[in-house]
C-alpha cells in the first residue's frame, strides 16, 4: 500500500513564508472559497464528507489563524442551523508530534451527524489516549 505523504516527528517546519510558495497555492485542487485573507479547501483525506480545510495565506499572524477558526465556526453553525448537520469538530494540528503533514497552519472542519460513530463519548478527547477521562482508556487495576 503506498502513501502520499510520511510522517517524520521530528521534521522542522518548512522554510516557506508566502502563500504564493506554499503547498496550498501550488495544488492543482482550486478552492471551494478564497479571499484576501484566507482560502477553504476540501481535505485531501476527508474524514467525513464535507470534511474542509481553512488556510489563512499568512503563515504566522495568529489572527489570521483565528479568523479561520471563527469562519468555520460561523459556518458550522449555519450548516447546523440549516439542517445539514447535527454538529461540527473544529481543530488544527501543530507539530510532527500533535499529527501535522502538511507545514502550514490549517484549520480542520469536521460536520458530523448524529449516529456516525459508536455510542460513547467521543471529540477530542479520543485523540489523546492517556487523557484520564478517554473513554477508551484501559482501566488499571
Not at 47 to 56: A, Q, R
Not at 74 to 96: A, Q
Not at 109 to 135: L, M, S
Request: net charge negative; glycine share 10%; proline share 9%.
Amino acid at each position: 500500500m503506498s502513501k502520499d505523504w510520511e510522517w517524520v516527528p521530528d521534521k522542522k517546519e518548512d522554510e516557506v513564508f508566502e502563500y504564493k510558495n506554499s503547498i496550498w497555492a501550488k495544488t492543482d485542487k482550486e478552492p471551494i472559497y478564497d479571499n484576501p485573507c484566507y482560502a477553504v479547501f476540501n481535505d485531501k483525506y476527508p474524514c467525513t464528507e464535507g470534511h474542509l480545510l481553512y488556510v489563512p495565506k499568512t503563515k504566522d499572524a495568529p489572527g489570521m489563524i483565528g479568523l479561520c477558526f471563527q469562519e468555520a465556526y460561523r459556518d458550522g453553525m449555519e450548516k447546523v442551523k440549516e439542517g445539514k448537520i447535527d454538529g461540527f469538530n473544529i481543530g488544527m494540528n501543530h507539530g510532527g508530534c500533535a499529527g501535522q503533514t502538511v507545514f502550514w497552519p490549517h484549520v480542520h472542519f469536521i460536520p458530523r451527524k448524529n449516529g456516525d460513530q459508536e455510542p460513547g463519548a467521543r471529540g477530542i478527547r479520543i485523540v489523546y489516549p492517556t487523557d484520564p477521562f478517554n473513554p477508551n482508556k484501559k482501566k488499571e487495576l
